[in-house]
């Protein structure tokens, strides 16, 4: 029984140092296999691992094998041994020299074969130090030299020493977020001491973006301090992972939380503009950036999990020229929005009108204008319609006209139609909030049934209420000036006259054309006209 036992141990040992004698550089692959098989914790021989260096000082051969190693293990690389070429002779398609790349993401890093062996070639001999140091700053590699020396009792996967490295990682990073905060309030207290500006208005905003900030750093600074206690690839891939990714996306979080701060701050700068049209552009605009940025994250999330991005984007643009193929309206009614806040045709709370109805202005959006109706109802038009259409913005008058024909009957005499021509313009030049010099009042037509008088005069008004009313005061001035002069206004109509008819009585009205009563009746109505004006005021 024991010579069996050891018959098998012998065959063993055998068959181990068969194995290990077959660790040889004669290709690419094998020469991988040996540096990493060496550097195994189960069969940890650094020298042997020094022998794939092409360099004659042994020492220095052993440094880079070993920096090497920790800089695969620090950064999570996997090298598929397995994708390596096996072949002595292999020839790379690309250089049409003999090497070979072992990683993607580090080109510098590749295998150049020397007489019959294949070795890691000077180029990556001199990068190992420099790539060693990026990983390892600010003497991070010291935790991998001293902090081992406690012991490599396992718990739960992990050596003791390990979790002593956490413990000094969390705690660097409490200390760091704390001491974030407290530099960005000293700052933002600077600020405000020399420029005299108060960030009051804009606190909670300020507050709330500085925390996805103070994170962005604080997992920065641990992404920096992690790889220094090697933890074992099937975890360190994954906290890498994820300690890769905070920082673009809590830098997104950050920008979009900072978009709320310049929105209070832009829509206070909107309040002192006569304009109110920039107050419906400033949340377009947000929305706007906000949505660049989180595109913008989202690729560079997707470019630390290492997802082509540029075949991505390519994939983007050919479905983009879809989509626009698409969404033609929709482009056509952004570009017009863009238009409209670049022209300014017209803003909130104007009066509008155009082929297709009217409306005050409410809203502008990055597809439609909103605009209330007078019947109260809402009209949506589409930007790209509204661009394109003629736009009469009443609410940018300077003067409100009213305008209209008084037409009165054919049988009017002379005498009587100029004293109800003087009357009316009594009526435009001493009305209050009349632009007296612009006021035309005349008799300038023979209509098909009536004597047409032009009546045009422009109200000096803000608002349409005010115009409303005004216009009414006019109209009942009007009237009444027609009433005391016997005016007779004409409508459309057929009547046969017949006035020589033996036994009848003439139809035509009777019209008092003395000068002195017409005189007389226009002073009253001046009288009257001067009181009404003075009970308005």
């Known amino acids: 029984m024991r010579k069996s036992l050891l018959l098998i141990c012998c065959l063993l040992f055998s068959l181990i140092n068969k194995a290990q004698s077959n660790l ?12 990493l098989h060496y550097l195994n914790q189960n069969s940890y021989q650094p020298e042997k691992a020094a022998e794939v260096f092409n360099t004659k000082d042994k020492a220095d051969a052993k440094d880079l094998a070993i920096k090497l190693r920790k800089y695969l293990d620090g950064k999570a690389l996997y090298i598929d041994v397995d994708l390596l070429p096996s072949s002595n002779n292999y020839i790379d398609s690309v250089t049409k020299l003999s090497r070979v790349q072992i990683l993607k993401s ?3 890093i590749y295998l150049e074969k020397s007489g019959n062996q294949w070795y890691f070639s000077k180029e990556t001999n001199l990068a190992i130090p420099i790539l060693f140091d990026k990983l390892f700053p600010f003497g991070t590699e010291l935790l991998i030299k001293l902090v081992p020396s406690l012991g490599h009792k396992k718990l739960f996967g992990l050596e003791l020493w390990q979790y002593f490295g956490l413990a000094i990682i969390i705690l660097i990073s409490i200390l760091v977020f704390k001491l974030f905060i407290i530099l960005f309030e000293f700052f933002m207290g600077r600020v405000k001491l020399f420029s005299g500006y108060s960030f009051n208005d804009y606190q909670e905003q300020i507050k709330k973006a500085a925390k996805p900030l103070s994170l962005a750093v604080v997992f920065q600074v641990v992404y920096i301090l992690v790889p220094a206690i090697q933890l074992p690839f099937s975890i360190s891939y994954y906290v890498l992972t994820l300690l890769g990714i905070s920082l673009p996306f809590y830098f997104m979080l950050f920008m979009v939380r900072a978009m709320d701060a ?3 701050y832009f829509k206070k700068v909107a309040a002192k503009t006569e304009s109110t049209l920039d107050d419906q552009l400033i949340p377009l605009a947000k929305k706007t950036f906000v949505v660049l940025i989180i595109i913008g994250g989202v690729i560079a999330i997707l470019n630390k999990l290492s997802f082509d991005i540029t075949a991505l984007l390519a994939g983007l643009s050919i479905g983009g020229i879809a989509f626009a193929l698409a969404a033609q309206d929709t482009l056509k009614n952004f570009f017009g929005s863009v238009m409209i806040f670049l022209d300014k045709p017209f803003q909130i709370g104007d009066w509008i009108t155009f082929s297709g109805g009217e409306g005050v202005v409410e809203e ?3 597809r439609a204008t909103r605009l209330r109706t007078f019947s109260n109802s809402v009209l949506y038009v589409p930007n790209g319609k509204i661009s394109d259409m003629i736009v009469d913005n009443m609410g940018l008058r300077v003067y409100r006209r009213f305008k209209t024909h008084l037409t009165i009957t054919y049988d009017t005499p002379i005498e009587l139609i100029e004293s109800f021509v003087e009357g009316l313009r009594h009526i435009a030049d001493n009305y209050p909030s009349v632009k007296h010099d612009m006021s035309e009042v005349h008799f300038n037509e023979l209509g098909s049934t009536s004597l047409n008088i032009f009546f045009s005069i422009y109200f000096d008004l803000p608002t349409l209420r005010e115009e409303l009313k005004a216009k009414h005061e006019i109209l009942i001035s009007i009237m009444n000036l027609a009433k005391g002069l016997g005016i007779q206004f004409a409508f459309p109509t057929q009547t046969i006259h017949i006035e020589n008819l ?21 002073n009253n109505f001046y009288i009257d006209f001067e009181k009404s004006i003075k009970k308005e005021d």
């Open 24 to 35: 040889s550089q004669e290709n690419p692959r094998a020469a991988v296999q040996k540096f």
């Open 106 to 108: 580090n080109p510098e």
């Open 262 to 264: 310049l929105e209070v």
């Open 364 to 366: 502008v959006g990055f």
């Open 502 to 522: 033996p036994g009848q009585v003439s139809l035509l009205p009777k019209y008092n054309t003395d000068k002195e009563s017409l005189t007389k009746a226009l």
